[in-house]
T-cell receptor, first 118, second 116 residues
């Protein structure tokens, strides 16, 4: 059973045309993350939500935004995609480590959305 | 800044042999590491983790070794199978002051290919 679901799996957008990627989870985890993974590179954290609290990484471009309307869903908005934004975008979730104490909080990753910018 | 890196980008191993994937880290205060497996077209999958108060941890066919003196960890996969072909990442997990700001910093990745 899918626990972290990402739609669509493949997305093609035009240069400068806003695009939204979606992530949903059935784990009821309170933390959700978005990573960018370029070809043959490691995933790089863009930002994450701890419940409704948004935590942006210092080097994440302003072009990337996120929304989390409820526990289950989280969206990644790219306002004006450039060619350099073509990548795999991974969503991940984890539960509050304070419930189980560190080092709990294993992150569960979705299958990713591969974004192509033309 | 802190970094987690891998020694080798690719590794080819004969099916049935053991494989060892290495990872170096730079932050001596790091205390929690995870190995992930990423198959083509999929997200990373948790394999095994280790805390800094341990130097070895075993799972099913996998063993992680941690050498804090030289800031090095390794993933050993015993009796490799075709399904082990994937990219393997080591990652360091850190937490903010409220434990909510959990962050994974991934290493470069090693592509493991199993030769039939």
């Amino acid at each position: 059973d899918a626990m972290v679901i990402q739609n669509p799996r493949y997305q093609v957008t035009q240069f400068g045309k806003p695009v939204t990627l979606s992530c949903s989870q059935t784990l009821n985890h309170n933390v959700m993350y978005w990573y960018q993974q370029k070809s043959s590179q490691a995933p790089k954290l863009l930002f994450h939500y701890y419940d409704k609290d948004f935590n942006n990484e210092a080097d994440t471009p302003d072009n990337f935004q996120s929304r989390r309307p409820n526990t289950s869903f989280c969206f990644l908005d790219i306002r004006s995609p450039g060619l350099g934004d073509a990548a795999m975008y991974l969503c991940a979730t984890s539960r509050d480590v304070r419930l189980a104490g560190p080092p709990a909080g294993e992150q569960y990753f979705g299958p990713g959305t591969r974004l192509t910018v033309t | 800044g802190e970094s987690v890196g891998l020694h080798l980008p690719t590794l080819s191993v004969q099916e049935g042999d053991n494989s060892i994937i290495n990872c170096a880290y730079s932050n001596s205060a790091s205390d929690y590491f995870i190995w992930y497996k990423q198959e083509s077209g999929k997200g990373p999958q948790f394999i095994i983790d280790i805390r800094s108060n341990m130097d070895k941890r075993q799972g099913q066919r996998v063993t992680v070794l941690l050498n804090k003196t030289v800031k090095h960890l390794s993933l050993q996969i015993a009796a490799t199978q075709p399904g082990d072909s994937a990219v393997y990442f080591c990652a360091e997990k850190t937490w903010g002051s409220n434990f909510g700001n959990e962050k994974l910093t991934f290493g470069t990745g090693t592509r493991l290919t199993i030769i039939p």
